[in-house]
């Protein structure tokens, strides 16, 4: 089983599994485009939106002194330091810690160094707080959860710790993304125990870096939470949680995982 590294903040990487339909685009002249963002991100917006640039041409890029802006309301700017290169089929994943990118009505555009504009988005929405962000493909632009590929193991590190059984999970070109331990149910808020379970999560694994194993025969929950057993230090945490206490079995087909297995 093959493992894609997904990293930090500001982070480049050369992964052609979300290049699907960028030869179909019109390529602007400089050949970077803004491939995907999400503008309401699960969970708090500071610290949590996201933008992804993308070089599709066979050239590397320089995008040092480029920026970012926003159109809706009050202009916001983010630079891109001097010196940053955008290399032949990478990305490059800017989550700032703080609030900058509208809900409502809002666009995004990408300038080069001496201001012109290079590419931009679609006016557009977004009123739910969860995984699904706009994205770029060859029909356009789509809002939606992706689907990840198969048979793999996805790293990232934990952010947040949102309950027993859910995590935010920093990812590179889909950034920051909810995720549901599959097969275990941990006390809701309110509930005896919901502390307990939540305080136990976050000692094993906050600021972590984890390993997720998507399920694959249901890869996401009705609320677009993505569904893995998580790893930390090659441990099982879902399994973990069960057999600490802090979490029941909970077997809901179809799944790839025989999650009973774990309450032995």
């Not at 050949?31 to 963002?37: E, H, K, L, Q, S």
């Not at 949590?48 to 009050?74: C, K, M, Q």
């Not at 703080?98 to 929405?125: C, F, K, Q």
Request: with cysteine.
């Amino acid at each position: 089983m093959k493992v894609k590294s997904l990293g930090y903040s500001i982070v480049l990487a050369a992964i052609c599994l979300t290049a699907i339909g960028i030869a179909c685009i019109d390529i602007p002249p400089s050949g970077v485009i803004i491939y995907a963002f999400d503008q309401n991100p699960a969970g708090l917006d500071e610290g949590n939106e996201w933008v992804a640039i993308h070089n599709p041409t066979n050239r590397s890029v320089d995008i040092g002194n480029w920026t970012l802006e926003t159109t809706n309301g009050s202009t916001a700017s983010l630079w891109l330091a001097e010196g940053t290169t955008l290399y032949p089929g990478a990305y490059i994943t800017i989550s700032p810690s703080y609030r900058w990118i509208d809900n409502n009505n809002e666009s995004l555009i990408l300038r080069d160094a001496v201001g012109d504009v290079v590419d931009r988005t679609l006016v557009v929405n977004d009123n739910e707080s969860d995984n699904r962000y706009w994205m770029r493909n060859n029909s356009g632009w789509t809002f939606d959860v992706r689907d990840l590929e198969k048979g793999e193991l996805w790293s990232g590190y934990v952010k947040n710790v949102v309950d027993g059984d859910t995590i935010d999970v920093h990812f590179n070109i889909c950034g920051v993304q909810r995720v549901r331990l599959v097969g275990i149910d941990a006390p809701e808020i309110g509930e005896e125990g919901y502390e307990e379970a939540k305080e136990f999560l976050n000692e094993t694994c906050m600021w972590k870096e984890v390993k997720l194993d998507v399920d694959d025969e249901k890869q996401y929950d009705p609320y677009y939470r993505i569904l893995a057993v998580v790893y930390v230090n090659e441990t099982n945490l879902n399994e973990k949680m069960v057999r600490e206490g802090y979490a029941e079995v909970m077997y809901i087909p179809p799944s790839e995982f025989d999650c009973r297995e774990w309450g032995g």
